[in-house]
């Protein structure tokens, strides 16, 4: 082995919730490591348009509570959130969002000298509080790398995680890390946080940037540690429409400019979201992305792919002000948003399914933790509530680090000097291109079961083994298991809920009320099996 490097805490990814862990865990006197397959700035975070959602004392909605976000949040998650989690992460907003205010976070303020604050979809009050007007993602980011940088914090940038390394006893005891050339180095600790963010490069337009590939999931599911609700991905009903065609990251529209009036519209000028929902255009995000993917299907037989966000009743000095980066991605294609209506289209947003931990970060196997997006804590459910993405980084990415912090004194956690190395794994690796293509074909917003037999066709065809040695490899096989592990998923629920419609069974069925899990059997393909009573024991 070329290097090995050695901590108390290992953290891999630098967005909202592994910064805060760092930054908590050395605090507590932790020895702290951050690893980032890029640079450290950038993470999915800084991508983030909306804002935190969050209840603040004496800043806030007469009549809003925190339990008032909760049962919101609940409806949201269609009947899949696991209540005690959503009720201790949301509790936990007030105190993580003043923390990072402590730590310099400016967030806008309103006309009464409080915070501003501005409604989302699925929100039953003014609650999501804001920075730069539509930059919410990159002054959180921008805060938190600078108290790491001025604490110290050491962050390892462009080397990517490539296996979870265990003990003979089968706790994880660090990562087996590739640098930019693909010299193989080792890093041990008592536990290894995974922070890595999403999934949304399984589909050819997302609104999230090239890292999100799935890395943690595939580690999570290879160290056999089991994931959950893996179907449920969120398309962001608003993402600026660029042409046929369009791959890669997609501007986001926030929906806080609907938020501020905006509604949408067809071609024609006819309202997508009228009678569709009581919220109309404010409908939580799975309702407005399945609204406009029917409408465009109905629309003109069948031929548009995009409809209008019309925010022409806002005038330029506050639309510039409100929503500076909208407005500047808007007239990047053409399009001045306070004149003509936003062309507007669904695009892969955020997963709302992942590695399952409870509320303190701990996963089903001993020194594997995880925070953030790429982890199941039964907030989210089948769908997420606008916003709640931030304040879950913020909250989770702290009591992981105080529970990492808890088993090391406790002696829960396995010796680090313990860890065997194994050679690079070996994986199947499929042909990029046509993965996204088949996914966003065939298991996008309307899946049905012939579908979806489809896309384990090109995988099984395109897929080749190879040695994990490089990133473009670690990028590519993680998004081979992961999309393998969501069409297995999204076939055994034969119903429609939240983010998940299957066209073949449209109607939402109660005895589905329950989450699947998926674990990896010996020779590597996913297996379905019931998160119910795992989630309580993580």
Request: hydrophobic content about 45%; charged content about 20%.
């Amino acid at each position: 082995m070329s290097w090995e490097a050695r901590a108390d805490l290992l953290v891999v990814g630098t967005g909202v919730a592994g910064l805060t862990a760092a930054l908590r865990a050395q605090s507590l006197g932790l020895r702290v490591l951050v690893v980032t397959k890029a640079a450290a700035e950038d993470g999915n975070t800084r991508w983030a348009q909306g804002g935190v959602a969050v209840v603040l004392p004496g800043q806030h909605d007469e009549g809003d509570t925190v339990d008032r976000h909760v049962a919101d949040t609940l409806v949201a998650g269609a009947g899949l959130c696991d209540e005690d989690a959503v009720r201790a992460i949301v509790h936990g907003g007030p105190a993580a969002v003043t923390h990072l205010l402590a730590l310099g976070a400016v967030f806008d303020p309103g006309p009464d000298g409080k915070l501003a604050r501005t409604r989302e979809g699925g929100h039953s009050a003014f609650r999501v509080v804001h920075a730069g007007g539509d930059a919410t993602g990159a002054e959180v980011e921008r805060a938190l790398l600078s108290a790491t940088r001025d604490g110290q914090v050491p962050v390892l940038e462009n080397h990517v995680a490539v296996q979870a390394l265990k003990t003979p006893s089968g706790a994880v005891a660090g990562l087996h890390v590739l640098d930019p050339s693909g010299v193989p180095g080792v890093l041990t600790a008592s536990a290894v946080l995974l922070a890595t963010g999403g999934l949304g490069q399984l589909y050819q337009a997302t609104s999230n940037p090239e890292v999100a590939t799935g890395d943690g999931l595939a580690l999570a599911l290879r160290a056999g540690a089991p994931v959950a609700d893996v179907e449920f991905v969120q398309f962001h009903p608003t993402v600026l429409y660029t042409g046929q065609g369009a791959r890669g990251r997609c501007p986001l529209v926030t929906e806080a400019v609907r938020g501020e009036g905006a509604v949408l519209v067809d071609a024609t000028g006819a309202r997508v979201m009228e009678g569709v929902h009581p919220l109309a255009d404010l409908a939580p995000r799975d309702v407005v992305a399945a609204a406009i993917t029917r409408h465009m299907a109905l629309e003109r037989g069948g031929i548009d792919d995009h409809v209008f966000l019309d925010a022409t009743h806002l005038d330029a000095a506050t639309f510039r002000t409100r929503f500076p980066t909208v407005y500047s991605a808007c007239l990047t294609v053409g399009v001045d948003p306070v004149v003509s209506p936003i062309p507007v289209a669904p695009a892969a947003h955020f997963a709302c399914g992942g590695v399952v931990s409870d509320v303190d970060g701990r996963t089903g196997l001993v020194g594997l933790y995880a925070a953030g997006e790429v982890a199941s804590t039964g907030l989210h459910g089948a769908n997420r509530l606008a916003s709640n993405s931030l304040l879950e980084g913020l909250v989770v990415g702290a009591r992981a680090a105080e529970a990492v912090f808890a088993d090391l004194a406790s002696g829960r956690l396995a010796d680090p000097g313990l860890a065997v190395v194994p050679d690079l794994p070996v994986a199947p690796v499929a042909d990029r291109d046509s993965l996204q293509r088949v996914m966003s074909r065939y298991a996008a917003i309307g899946r049905e079961a012939e579908g979806l037999a489809v896309v384990g066709s090109v995988l099984d065809v395109s897929a080749v083994d190879r040695v994990l040695d490089s990133r473009i490899a670690v990028e590519d096989a993680a998004l081979t298991l992961v999309s393998r592990a969501l069409i297995a998923s999204a076939w055994a629920r034969r119903e429609s809920r939240g983010c998940h419609v299957r066209t073949d069974f449209p109607e939402r069925d109660a005895g589905w009320a329950r989450s699947q899990l998926v674990r990896l059997t010996p020779t590597g393909q996913p297996v379905l099996g019931n998160v119910t009573a795992l989630r309580g024991a993580a």
